[in-house]
């Protein structure tokens, strides 16, 4: 069982950066692919970025790349995404998602572990 609880969301202005953290608990962290997901209202639950379980590999949403970075810090059992040059499109609630496995996941239902979620909104 892992427990992931997001933070760092927040209301920011187009072209601004944000930094979302997930912090987890209840396993060995290490052995986790993390994913960043996004859901925007109406719409369905879509793939943000992911890294793998040792930070070798990382995959990015075309829509965010370039602009979004996803990083992890296993001895604080942590992963992040910053967020930087966002546009009002990016407003959604992001989840934070982990599975245990060693190559990287991209589909939302090959994830075993949710966040809460946080909510970010940007403003043109």
């Known amino acids: 069982q892992v427990q992931l609880v997001e933070s760092g969301g927040g209301l920011v202005q187009a072209g601004g950066s944000l930094r979302l953290s997930c912090e987890a608990s209840?396993?060995?962290?290490?052995?986790?692919?993390m994913g960043w997901f996004r859901q925007a209202p109406g719409k369905e639950r879509e793939f943000v970025a992911a890294?793998?379980?040792?930070?070798?590999?990382?995959y990015y949403a075309d829509s965010v790349k370039g602009r979004f970075t996803i990083s992890r810090d296993n001895a604080k059992n942590a992963v992040y995404l910053q967020m930087n040059s966002l546009k009002p499109e990016d407003t959604a609630i992001y989840y934070c998602?982990?599975?245990?496995?060693?190559?990287?996941?991209?589909?939302?239902?090959?994830?075993?572990?949710w966040g809460q979620g946080t909510q970010v909104s940007v403003s043109s």
């Open positions: 890294i793998s379980w040792n930070r070798n590999n990382t």
């Open positions: 998602a982990a599975v245990r496995a060693l190559t990287v996941r991209f589909g939302r239902n090959e994830y075993d572990y």
């Open positions: 209840g396993s060995i962290f290490s052995m986790y692919t």
